[in-house]
């Protein structure tokens, strides 16, 4: 098992302007890296294949937990037309939102199984019309909300293959952020404040994301 000795730079998604350049010592790298080890139950048998590049601290943060393993990692780029014919050789997989958007309008989708297919869909609010679409087709989807400053899976929702009922009933109160919670978190005045041992920074750090607690859960509603 591998742990990072040096720390690194990420860069920022840039959804509040210019991407900001992000410097991670290795400890919080670690800290990282083991949450998602323990929440995508990553082992020696994985594999995961990850086109997010190592400056996104989600791509590095998985890339990491699988060398932390010792399981295949498989770097590349996202192609809608060959992406699931590499799927089928990886347990693991990052996308995001935009990224099923894309894959549901290939012809190859509709008849695609994920069944043994854990997927983390991260990065942007989840349409629950996507997760349906993994979930119904097998797949066990983790539904993440993250920052590059705080770390990379802060809230999460995992939903089991097949499991189409709960996903409906998740996002009825409106845009998910997720009911498990690998940080502190509060609202403020309506906005998600966090704390976690992931982030850069030492105290209470105000996300910028307006959001609602509802049946055990936390729902995005707007940026500040």
């Not at 290939?106 to 008849?111: A, E, G, I, V």
């Not at 940080?183 to 307006?210: A, Q």
């Amino acid at each position: 098992m591998n742990k990072v000795r040096d720390g690194r730079v990420t860069f920022s998604t840039g959804s509040t302007g210019t991407p900001k350049k992000i410097w991670h010592s290795a400890d919080k790298l670690n800290l990282s890296s083991e949450v998602y080890r323990r929440s995508h139950n990553l082992t020696i048998t994985s594999s995961i294949l990850n086109f997010l590049p190592l400056t996104h601290i989600g791509g590095l943060a998985l890339t990491l937990a699988g060398d932390y393993v010792g399981c295949e990692v498989t770097q590349t780029k996202f192609n809608p037309y060959s992406f699931l014919d590499q799927l089928r050789e990886h347990s693991h997989t990052m996308v995001t939102d935009t990224t099923i958007t894309v894959l549901r309008k290939t012809k190859r989708f509709q008849d695609y199984s994920f069944e043994n297919k854990f997927i983390h869909n991260g990065t942007e609010p989840h349409n629950v019309d996507n997760v349906i679409a993994l979930v119904e087709r097998g797949a066990t989807v983790l539904c993440n909300w993250g920052m590059t400053e705080c770390g990379p899976l802060c809230i999460n929702t995992t939903f089991e293959p097949y499991d189409v009922d709960r996903v409906k009933e998740m996002f009825a109160p409106g845009a998910l952020l997720g009911d498990n919670f690998e940080v502190e978190w509060k609202i403020n005045d309506g906005e998600l404040v966090i704390r976690s041992d992931m982030s850069i920074y030492k105290d209470w750090y105000y996300t910028g994301d307006i959001v609602k607690y509802e049946n055990e859960s936390l729902y995005y509603i707007r940026r500040t």
